[in-house]
């Protein structure tokens, strides 16, 4: 059967099984196809003409000076340029670009950091040849670069000329044009920018750079999946997004963009109540960050925050979204923050017993099909307890959606202890690993799961979520992986790009990647603990959940919104 047959099969039965291009049916590697249309030649032609020059890199074209000016500071550093030859095969040319230059905000910078305010920006630069992205830190008024990291395996975001060349892709495709019934024009497909991932091709696991613009069609949306990498559609899936009506603007925007960005992304808040006391400010794609967190005068945590959103349709295709949340404006999210962060009392049993911050995150047209919400939730309790937690609000781009968020969280101290409950005990984790909730996990007696305390016996136990925090949670069956704390290596320390692909289903959800191939030592020595819940979405009556949908009432259009919230509640350890 020919694609065309294929796709046209698929229309007609509706039935939701990812369709493959010829190129890709004979294997992984078989040869493209010629390209005839204007845009993908045009886009060969740069890239022939990058890998004439000395340096291999293509540069983000900006009438701001101040954004040329920090490319060149950037690729004079011999360790950010390091990847952009094969030094094993010649020193040939390795594709490399520029796809974004931003102003550093304080989620970016080391506290160690010397300089000027509004001097320092962030560079980030992708090689295609290593699928790796390296971000450099720069001082254009002293000329210097204040520090370079390298990410394997990872994808900054796209700019915008990539994400016009994938949408171009899209729209022209026949294959596109013949599954919806029409041709397309670019206006109409969403979340066209969102990196994502699909089996059996070259985007699988995001070993290539790939994104899916995707059109909504009444209640399904069409996924074309288009590798940036080598230029064409690889893809076509449906996925069934539920009943469909006239989207909502949930805040003015506009005008509330700037001062969110002033006011908390540009500058970093206080906030003392109930006995803690901490600073929050808006990260540019790991969310709300909370820093040097103290309850009665005694440090308990240095930092946590929401580092990715992997959302994944398929178990067995391989695709979805990876999102980042962040400020509203140069930014790397691809959910913002439109609304300030709230404080909020916390009431349990008719008392208050502590406080709640809270920062919302939306797509422009939430809750339409192919939108996304989220939210953070740190609850802190007047008895020393807090919880790091984070839901979907809905609505997604399909009713088989899984959401697999990925939360950093570093407690105080030099020297820690990080232990598991098994049975009648707890044991001590020696070296760096991860380890999944399942049915069959022991838990300690008041729930706990995990320890971690410092030498002097101080700490907290960890206990994850089993649908027993009132919150409408069922349970967070959550990846755990604690590695080794190296600020001088910054593994997260500030703003991380996406670190993981959308759509495993294992444990490789992007904190593996720091733990090294010999897991180090992490017996009293400072700890991350990265924490990965899975939330499986449902639209069925009576049953919705990680869901939004609207309903009309009294000739009104209003949301009714289902969250999954996920996240540990940490208890202090009591004195013996």
Request: aromatic content about 10%.
């Amino acid at each position: 059967m020919s694609t065309q047959q294929s796709l046209l099969a698929q229309q007609k039965t509706k039935q939701s099984n990812a369709v493959y291009l010829d190129e890709y049916k004979k294997g992984l590697w078989a040869p493209a196809a010629q390209d005839t249309a204007s845009f993908v030649v045009e886009r060969k032609q740069q890239i022939g003409k990058v890998l004439k020059q000395s340096l291999p890199v293509q540069l983000l074209i900006d009438s701001n000076e101040q954004v040329m000016l920090a490319q060149q500071i950037a690729l004079r550093d011999s360790n950010f340029i390091r990847y952009t030859v094969d030094k094993r095969n010649g020193r040939k040319p390795l594709l490399s670009q520029i796809f974004g230059v931003y102003p550093a905000r304080p989620g970016d910078l080391r506290k160690d950091m010397v300089y000027l305010p509004g001097s320092v920006a962030r560079v980030e630069m992708y090689n295609f040849a290593y699928n790796l992205s390296s971000v450099a830190i720069v001082d254009v008024f002293a000329l210097k670069v204040l520090s370079v990291n390298h990410y394997p395996q990872s994808q900054p975001d796209l700019p915008a000329a990539l994400v016009k060349l994938a949408v171009q892709i899209a729209v022209n495709a026949p294959e596109v044009e013949k599954a919806l019934g029409f041709k397309p024009s670019a206006d109409q497909p969403v979340m066209s920018s969102t990196k994502t991932a699909l089996n059996r091709t070259r985007c699988e696991r995001s070993q290539h750079l790939c994104v899916a613009p995707t059109f909504v069609q009444g209640k399904r949306a069409l996924w074309a999946i288009v590798d940036v990498t080598d230029q064409r559609l690889v893809g076509l899936r449906w996925t069934n997004v539920g009943e469909d009506a006239p989207s909502i603007v949930v805040t003015e925007k506009k005008l509330q963009n700037e001062n969110i960005a002033d006011c908390y992304c540009e500058q970093v808040n206080k906030l003392n109540r109930d006995g803690w006391k901490m600073d929050y400010v808006l990260t540019s794609s790991d969310g709300l960050m909370i820093s040097g967190v103290q309850f009665n005068g005694r440090d308990v945590m240095h930092s946590a925050k929401l580092v990715d959103w992997h959302v994944s349709y398929s178990n067995t295709d391989g695709f979805g979204y990876s999102d980042a949340v962040g400020c509203p404006i140069f930014s790397q999210s691809a959910v913002v923050a439109t609304e300030p962060p709230q404080i909020f009392e916390l009431v349990e049993a008719d008392t208050t017993a502590g406080f709640v911050l809270e920062q919302k995150y939306y797509s422009e047209l939430w809750p339409g099909p192919c939108n996304y919400s989220y939210a953070q939730r740190f609850l802190f309790y007047k008895d020393g307890r807090f919880r790091v937690t984070c839901a979907s609000i809905g609505r997604g781009c399909g009713n088989d959606g899984t959401y697999r968020p990925v939360m950093r969280i570093v407690m105080a101290g030099e020297q820690q202890r990080f232990s598991e409950w098994q049975q009648n005990g707890w044991v001590p984790w020696k070296k760096e690993r991860w380890q999944l909730q399942q049915p069959t996990t022991n838990y300690a007696p008041d729930g706990s799961q995990y320890k971690i305390e410092r030498k002097d016996q101080t700490g907290y136990l960890i206990e994850p979520g089993k649908g027993q925090f009132g919150d409408g949670g069922r349970g967070d069956k959550a990846f755990v992986y604690v590695t080794k704390n190296h600020p001088e290596k910054d593994e997260g320390e500030t703003d991380l790009i996406t670190i993981g692909p959308c759509c495993n289903t294992d444990f490789r959800q992007g904190p593996e990647k720091f733990i090294d191939k010999v897991p180090e030592n992490i017996y009293d020595t400072k700890l991350v603990i990265w924490y990965v819940p899975q939330m499986k979405n449902d639209d069925a009556p009576g049953k919705q959940y990680c869901w939004a949908e609207t309903y009309l009432e009294n000739g009104v259009y209003k949301v009714k919104a289902y969250p999954c919230f996920a996240g540990p509640l940490f208890k202090p350890i009591q004195p013996k």
